[in-house]
């Protein structure tokens, strides 16, 4: 079986910076792993929180940036200029279809809902075998693991299959999921 290479990732995080500076760090990390990796962004198109750090780290140091937004957002996330390219969709599933069809893999960093509503749509999506893309938790100084807990009890108590946990690979570091995403 040939593995793919992975060209493009997307990166789910927040459009809000976090209360902890470190998380900034991590998405600064994330953007410049993605451009010496000569990958891709795709990514949400907003230039606030954590998207914008990512955003503007990655195209910073060469790596192309594809921004994907829904019109309603246009206005609140104050889209990120200077993207390789940039589409505005018509509403959210658009938006959540085209970054999936645009990538080769998913890394998760920290955010809020919204964060929570894509990694969970691309982890049921594959548990479907809709897809064998990697989706990578960032469980970046425990922020996720909580949620680890809960897909832990969601196994465990007979919701999920244990061969659902390994559909989510879960790292700590950007240069784990890099590796991760290289090997």
């Not at 140091?61 to 246009?74: N, T």
């Amino acid at each position: 079986m040939t593995v793919k290479k992975i060209k493009s990732v997307c990166v789910y995080c927040g459009s809000r910076m976090g209360n902890k500076p470190a998380y900034e760090e991590l998405a600064t990390e994330v953007g410049k792993l993605l451009a010496s990796n000569d990958m891709t962004l795709v990514y949400g198109a907003g230039s606030i929180g954590l998207m914008g750090v990512v955003a503007r780290a990655a195209k910073d140091a060469g790596a192309p940036v594809i921004g994907i937004i829904p019109e309603h957002l246009d206005a609140i996330e104050i889209t990120q200029e200077g993207l390789e390219e940039l589409h505005v969709t018509d509403d959210m599933h658009e938006r959540k279809k085209m970054m999936f069809d645009r990538s080769d893999a998913f890394i998760v960093l920290p955010g809020g809902l919204g964060t929570l509503d894509e990694t969970m749509e691309m982890l049921t999506w594959a548990q479907l075998s809709l897809h064998k893309k990697p989706i990578i938790l960032l469980n970046y100084k425990e922020f996720w693991s909580p949620l680890v807990g809960l897909l832990k009890h969601i196994t465990d108590d007979g919701f999920a299959s244990e061969e659902h946990t390994d559909l989510l690979t879960i790292v700590e570091s950007a240069e784990q999921a890099f590796e991760h995403l290289t090997s």
